[in-house]
């Protein structure tokens, strides 16, 4: 099982790619051309799988700390 410091750190590491992609994609609307349809699928995806993994719904021994 993951420990509190495991669960941290993989949580905020996805939190910084989220937002990340989110800002992309901010940029790309902003600039006026639409992001490709795959990669916001791609984003929403992992925003889905980590609304899961903090509602306990998925195993935090099934993620990955890398």
Do not use: F
């Not at 799988?49 to 903090?54: G, N, Q, S």
Request: aromatic letters at 4%.
């Amino acid at each position: 099982m993951a420990t509190a410091e495991q669960k941290k750190t993989i949580t905020k590491k996805r939190l910084q790619e989220l937002r990340n992609q989110c800002r992309d994609h901010y940029n790309v609307v902003a600039d006026g051309v639409l992001p490709d349809g795959a990669d916001v699928r791609v984003t929403m995806g992992r925003l889905q799988e980590l609304i899961e993994l903090l509602d306990g719904k998925a195993k935090w021994d099934d993620t990955e700390a890398s």
